[in-house]
């Protein structure tokens, strides 16, 4: 099928490729075959059937690089930090899943409702339960979406009903990942998921470790998201040089690693992270919503640091990626003024010396970097999750050779003034992100099959 519409695809942070009149012809099997200007896709494809989606725009499906799929029914309940709030809504929330036909449901509906707001990756913990999570890849197969999943892994400091033994735990996990990695050529992966540290034995996170090496599975967690959390990692492992120590110290950290938040790391974490190739996990409307705090996102990049976006639902509010990349550029706004109002008052302040001043700046953290744009949220969403997947050359752009993982988006749906103003394309990117609204998703494709079509 040759799909006619304006197409637009990351190349570089920076760049995009944009073709106002673009051909993107897709095989029986769902591959890329040639994406270009429509005139030369089709005359070098003669007989090959055309798709008039004009005036639409084509651009390729969004990742979600972390996400839990089981607390989307408690989102946007606000009030509390991370560990109380893990307490009073999460946590009897996931035991709800140990029915499996909860789990079934709650799957079904969470896996469409990514997909209608262009998300085709998803990567999304589960909880505890091993037939919950055997549930959910089966919604994930059947609903189309391509996922990497996850079983919870939790064996000390958890309440009874969502603790396991960690023998349990492992065997049951490697089962799952037996059973599901790799599933449909690769549309299912499996992700160990042992929560964080602190509901973790070092036992069980060396297991899984290995576990994940033999079938060359991911390892998803969290690290460094909230102050409370890192004092309880510190009294749990006090042999430990710093939080990011202990999961070094299980051998977790390596290319196919995926740590949630990373807000307060210093230099020598990241230099740790960076040399493992792990990924970290920017999930800003989540860091706001339980009040971590401001990922630095751009600074992370600068030191050469693979940095991905989530949703980071039930911290997040919603599945809706668009609006999660309005948020980090949003956040990275509010932290760069921040930092300028408080080097202002540093300036201004009378009678210190230039040694404690320059001490002061340093602890007070004052060097702005510049704050995230629409283009690089977008890439930071699309090719750069991809390769930190190691997925780069199946997904997350537009390009001949890769998997058809795309969405049909109709920009005149965030156009408040319906002006139909002809504007650059990182200027339609900022709408759609800045004013996001379900009904611009008109259609969401995997692998060339259409998973979610809108009612017209
Ligand atoms: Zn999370």
């Not at 913990?125 to 089966?138: P, S």
């Not at 940095?307 to 932290?335: F, Q």
């Amino acid at each position: 099928m040759l799909y006619r519409a304006h197409l637009l695809s990351p190349e570089a942070p920076a760049r995009l490729k944009d073709i106002p009149d673009g051909g993107l012809l897709v095989d029986g099997e769902g591959r890329i075959v040639d994406a270009g200007p429509f005139e030369a896709v089709a005359a070098a494809h003669p007989g090959a059937e055309v798709l008039d989606l004009r005036p639409h725009w084509i651009l390729p499906g969004l990742v979600d690089l972390h996400s839990h799929l089981p607390q989307y029914e408690c989102v946007a309940l606000d009030g509390l930090e991370l560990l109380p709030w893990l307490e009073t809504h999460i946590f009897p929330a996931e035991a709800r899943f140990r029915d499996p036909e909860v789990a079934a449901a709650a799957a079904r509906l969470y896996f469409r409702h990514q997909l209608a707001v262009g998300t085709t990756t998803s990567v999304a913990y589960l909880t505890v339960h091993q037939e919950a999570a055997d549930r959910a890849f089966r919604e994930a197969e059947r609903s189309g979406i391509r996922a990497i999943l996850g079983k919870v892994m939790m064996d000390r400091h958890t309440p009874p009903a969502l603790l396991e033994a960690t023998d349990a735990s492992l065997a049951q996990s490697e089962e799952l990942c037996a059973t599901w990695h790799g599933r449909d050529r690769g549309r299912l992966q499996y992700a160990f998921t042992p929560r964080f540290a602190p509901v973790c034995s070092m036992e069980l996170m060396k297991g899984l470790s290995l576990a994940a090496q033999r079938h060359g599975a991911y390892i998803q967690t969290h690290l460094s998201e909230n102050l409370g959390e890192i004092d309880r990692v510190r009294e749990l492992f006090p042999e430990a040089r710093d939080y990011t120590d202990v999961y070094a110290s299980a051998g977790m950290l390596g290319p196919r690693t995926l740590l949630g938040h990373c807000i307060h790391l210093d230099r020598s974490e990241r230099d740790v992270i960076r040399e493992s190739g792990a990924t970290m996990v920017h999930c800003p409307r989540s860091n706001a919503f339980i009040k971590s705090g401001i990922m630095p996102l751009r600074r992370w990049l600068s030191e050469g640091i693979s940095v991905g976006l989530a949703s980071d639902v039930g911290g997040g509010p919603s599945l809706d990626m668009w609006g999660e990349m309005a948020m980090a550029c949003n956040a990275s706004k509010l932290r760069w003024a921040g930092q300028r109002i408080q080097a202002r008052r540093l300036e201004e302040l009378e009678g210190l010396d230039a040694a404690l001043r320059s001490r002061l700046a340093e602890a007070l953290d004052l060097e702005a970097e510049e704050p995230v744009d629409p283009a690089l949220a977008f890439h930071l969403a699309t090719l750069h999750s991809a390769r930190a997947l190691g997925l780069e050359a199946v997904i997350g752009s537009l390009d001949a050779g890769k998997d058809a993982d795309f969405m049909v988006v109709d920009p005149s749906r965030v156009d408040p003034a319906e002006t139909r103003a002809i504007l650059r394309p990182d200027e339609v990117l900022s709408r759609l992100m800045y004013r996001s609204d379900p009904a611009m998703v008109r259609a969401a494709y995997v692998r060339g099959k259409r998973c979610h079509a809108l009612e017209a």
